[in-house]
């Protein structure tokens, strides 16, 4: 009996030894990483290992040559970035979502991105499409850099967590008032298609002429896909404008050119942003779209700094880069410095860091942000088509 007794004790002895061996202290709590916010918050998502980006850019759609090109910047920029060592010590990786140049779509896109816990976007081409996903990524305290897309209207719909690397609707409506001014024209007839971004364009140029004492002949409204312009240019030519200012985008652009050259319109011709890109002078044909005028953000074969991102790219896609891949590929440059200032990707650390960016160099130009997240330096040029190329006119 006796020694049944001291075994019970000696086993009571053992177990009471294990559990305190094996778990009964407590050990400490790992520390979150350093500016992924207060120690007591959770620690945003993939920063234990992946840092993710959200892409949207429209995939489908007749805008996809733009943003196919400005998705293949952003990966160039994101490979670079990654073979340097990546940000903070942690990979960048990158999900693209189409917004096909459509608000509808552009929506859903927003949504998937959010639900897969990106810590800020960078993209936007088409302004009307960009517009109703500001609401959505702010409301996620997501920060959006939005490379391309510059109506006016993004900057009221802004509560302060996009940030606009291209030049505004303003900063393009004042370079094209400077062609109007230098070539001493009077008369203006303006040519929109009514979304967000040609219609913004077109209001704001047709004002700063207006204000300065000039005349708005005339302001068409056409339909995008539109075949038969001859009502237009009938209406264009009767009011022998100086100047007819397109607003719109180059799939469309050409044909219009092209139409109203055969229609008899004899005088200058001048196309926005959205009608950079050299296919349209080949859908307007050489003998149209010679003496063609464009109001551009800098494309980067008229840059010197961009030589080593013109050549890489060229190697890696087999093609030239295109009118926005500079700004995409700043785009994602610029997030992966904020986050390094930021010290990490907390939400309102990294906001406040693309906020406090101060004569940032990019291929683009300089980007600093006014109160209202816009670029405090325009970077908008001149070009002339000559010999079925743009040229650099300043």
């Known amino acids: 009996m006796k020694k049944k007794t001291l075994f019970l004790f000696l086993l009571i002895g053992l177990m009471a030894f294990l559990v305190v061996g094996c778990g009964g202290t407590e050990a400490p709590a790992p520390a979150p990483p350093a500016g992924s916010g207060d120690g007591d918050a959770p620690k945003a998502p993939g920063f234990d290992g992946e840092i993710k980006l959200g892409f949207m850019v429209p995939v489908t759609g007749s805008e996809a040559p733009y943003g196919k090109d400005m998705e293949n910047a952003a990966k160039l920029a994101l490979e670079e970035i990654n073979n340097n060592g990546g940000v903070l010590g942690k990979k960048l990786v990158m999900s693209t979502a189409d917004d096909a140049c459509d608000p509808q779509v552009a929506s859903a896109a927003a949504t998937k991105l959010i639900s897969e816990n990106v810590v800020a976007v960078v993209g936007g081409y088409c302004s009307g499409a960009t517009l109703p996903t500001l609401k959505l990524y702010s409301d996620a305290d997501i920060p959006f850099v939005i490379a391309a897309a510059n109506s006016t209207q993004l900057i009221d719909a802004n509560d302060g967590k996009a940030f606009m690397i291209n030049g505004t609707g303003l900063h393009q409506g004042q370079k094209a008032v400077e062609l109007f001014n230098k070539l001493d024209a009077k008369k203006i007839a303006l040519v929109h298609q009514g979304d967000g971004y040609s219609e913004d364009l077109a209001k704001i140029t047709g004002q700063l002429w207006k204000d300065a004492g000039n005349e708005v002949v005339g302001t068409e409204v056409?339909?995008?896909?539109?075949?038969?312009?001859?009502?237009v240019v009938t209406r264009i030519?009767?009011?022998n404008p100086d100047f007819v200012y397109w607003t719109a985008?180059?799939?469309?652009?050409?044909?219009?050119?092209?139409?109203?050259?055969?229609?008899g319109y004899t005088g200058e011709i001048v196309v926005g942003d959205g009608s950079n890109d050299p296919k349209l002078?080949?859908?307007?044909?050489?003998?149209?779209?010679?003496?063609?005028?464009?109001?551009?953000?800098?494309?980067?074969?008229y840059m010197p700094v961009a030589k080593e991102f013109m050549d890489n790219y060229k190697a890696k896609y087999k093609q030239d880069p295109g009118p926005y891949s500079a700004l995409a590929y700043d785009g994602i440059y610029l997030v992966a410095d904020a986050i390094?200032?930021?010290?990490?990707?907390?939400?309102k650390a990294l906001i406040k860091a693309l906020d406090d960016t101060a004569d940032y160099k990019g291929l683009s130009g300089i980007i600093s942000f006014n109160e209202d997240k816009t670029l405090v330096q325009s970077?908008?040029?001149?070009?002339?088509?000559?010999?079925?190329?743009?040229?650099?006119?300043?």
Do not use: C, H, M
């Open 222 to 231: 056409v339909t995008k896909g539109e075949q038969n312009y001859s009502s």
């Open 237 to 239: 030519k009767s009011k």
């Open 379 to 394: 970077n908008f040029v001149l070009l002339k088509a000559e010999g079925g190329k743009w040229v650099l006119l300043d």
């Open 249 to 263: 985008y180059y799939a469309d652009g050409g044909l219009f050119i092209k139409q109203l050259r055969q229609g």
């Open 281 to 301: 002078l080949e859908l307007a044909g050489k003998a149209a779209s010679e003496g063609v005028f464009v109001t551009t953000n800098p494309l980067v074969e």
């Open 340 to 347: 390094e200032r930021a010290g990490g990707i907390d939400s």
